[in-house]
């Protein structure tokens, strides 16, 4: 009889061993939203019109995403970029994130005729001074967190977050007037998360 509960006892500290490592590892290491930043972001053939404030070119964004969670891999949506103060959006393909990982994403959109705000531009009117101009992004798109351990995948339930990143301050070279004129981000800038 006393093997018999020694068994049974094993079993249920077995049991109650594995449920706890389960809800240490997946329950109690809740889902971290990812961490969004704009590194770069370049103009070519820019190009402004101060009788209508309207600008031209072809922009190219970079952004780093970092996933800081230990036991979920991230799956993401096709996501809708947008850079509003220039009226202009593109989409960036769906693409998959693994725990711990840095990835790196780019987002090329034109702008023809666009009219931005004159707030948005600086120092663009002085001959032969850099002007730049300042400009917001904002990034939606679906995900979802799969966690992975013991060689089951987990589906932790989707949803959307929408990225923000303010205050983006490109620096143009003197000859945005016509276009030849080109530009970089002075500085990357940390996104909010929401």
């Not at 704009?38 to 053939?45: A, G, K, Y």
């Not at 016509?178 to 998360?193: E, H, I, N, T």
């Amino acid at each position: 009889m006393s093997t018999r509960w020694f068994i049974f006892l094993s079993i249920i500290c077995a049991t109650a061993f594995r449920f706890y490592i389960f809800d240490l590892l997946v329950t109690n290491n809740s889902p971290i939203l990812p961490k969004f930043r704009v590194d770069s972001v370049s103009v070519s053939n820019f190009s402004y019109f101060d009788s209508n404030s309207s600008v031209t070119g072809n922009w190219n964004a970079r952004f780093s995403i970092y996933n800081p969670n230990n036991w979920m891999t991230i799956s993401y949506e096709t996501s809708l970029f947008h850079a509003s103060g220039l009226n202009s959006e593109t989409r960036i393909p769906a693409f998959n994130q693994s725990r711990l990982s840095q990835t790196f994403i780019d987002a090329a959109f034109a702008t023809r005729d666009d009219y931005v705000d004159r707030a948005a531009l600086r120092d663009i009117n002085v001959v032969g001074t850099p002007g730049s101009i300042t400009f917001n992004v904002m990034l939606v798109t679906g995900f979802k967190f799969v966690a992975t351990g013991s060689g089951k995948v987990v589906d932790l339930g989707s949803d959307y977050i929408t990225v923000w990143c303010e205050g983006l301050v490109v620096s143009l070279s003197p000859s945005y007037s016509s276009a030849s004129g080109s530009g970089k981000l002075v500085k990357p800038r940390d996104c909010d998360v929401f």
